[in-house]
């Protein structure tokens, strides 16, 4: 037992502890925050898939290695180039768009706002719900095609930078008016920022999916195409037919009711109750709690009038 705890204390006393200095504690703060803004920059975009699937691979390649799998490691050692150069083309127009809101001044508002951290109750109210129903169904009786995609946790900027801005509250009365035959802006999609239109005429990727039916024609495919990249609920009015239709994961669902639309909207609004009498609750018995603790740190009256009466008597 002495030898052993000798053999631990000279291995110990060979370890050496590098200085740590004003300069180092900064490098650590700077990177993790430009680490943790990283993380927030990618939860927003298409990439946030892409990289879960990417690290899916890396955990792979790390039971390969502890299982001793020659071959395969092989093989990955032969393909990590190509995989590094498959990579930054994956991720060209993210890694584009960082470098264009380098350019921009509101880059460094955007990076120190500590307003994201709120939690959001819903992404869009009821009135917005009942809004887009009735613009879908008025649409698919006067036989007025329309396609709406509605954004969810991924942001679609890169979707919303294709159309014309808008920035208006969803009524039923501007979806109609927007989707009108021979306007400026009924071609192409709406897209929909919570309670808002944020841009029209915007241009969505088409799907690549042979098992949709040859009947469906682009402003299907297009709602499909960009349920497949994005978690986003795209509505479409067919313009031949009139029936709604809704796509969401890659899937279509044709020819759906009030009732089902209604469903996928209240799905899609992630609305979250918070219990704010709990919070006041606790809120109070802290507040209690503090009170007390300072009362108790001053002094009574009649105690400080008894210590001075014995100083006195004294």
């Not at 195409?225 to 509505?235: A, F, M, Q, R, Y």
Request: glycine fraction near 6%; charged fraction near 25%.
């Amino acid at each position: 037992m002495a030898g052993f705890i000798l053999t631990v204390s000279e291995y110990l006393s060979k370890i050496t502890f590098p200085l740590i200095g004003i300069t180092d504690i900064l490098e650590i703060l700077l990177i993790s925050f430009f680490i943790y803004q990283f993380m927030v920059w990618i939860r927003q975009t298409r990439a946030y898939s892409l990289l879960k699937g990417i690290l899916v691979l890396v955990a792979f390649m790390i039971v390969v290695y502890f299982l001793r799998m020659n071959t395969i490691l092989w093989i990955f050692r032969n393909l990590a180039s190509v995989l590094i150069i498959s990579i930054i083309i994956i991720f060209q127009p993210e890694l584009r768009k960082i470098l264009e809101q380098l350019g921009r001044r509101r880059f460094m508002a955007g990076l120190l706002s500590f307003d994201n951290g709120r939690e959001v109750q819903e992404r869009f109210t009821d009135t917005t719900i009942n809004e887009l129903i009735k613009a879908c169904f008025d649409m698919g009786e006067a036989y007025t095609g329309a396609l709406i995609a509605i954004e969810q946790e991924v942001r679609l900027t890169d979707i919303e930078g294709t159309g014309i801005i808008i920035d208006g509250i969803v009524t039923s009365q501007l979806l109609i008016n927007i989707f009108e035959h021979n306007t400026p802006l009924h071609d192409g999609a709406v897209l929909i920022r919570g309670n808002r239109v944020a841009a029209a005429t915007c241009y969505l990727p088409l799907s690549d999916n042979m098992a949709l039916s040859k009947q469906l024609g682009t402003r299907h495919r297009a709602g499909v195409g960009l349920s497949e990249n994005t978690d986003s609920l795209v509505i479409i009015v067919s313009e031949e037919t009139g029936k709604v239709s809704y796509a969401q994961h890659g899937k279509l669902y044709r020819d759906v009711n009030s009732t089902a639309l209604r469903e996928a909207l209240v799905a899609a609004q992630g609305k979250r109750f918070v219990d704010k009498r709990l919070r006041q609750f606790l809120k109070s018995r802290r507040l209690k709690k503090l009170i007390s603790e300072s009362r108790e740190d001053i002094p009574d009256e009649k105690t400080e009038k008894k210590s001075g009466n014995k100083k006195e008597g004294l």
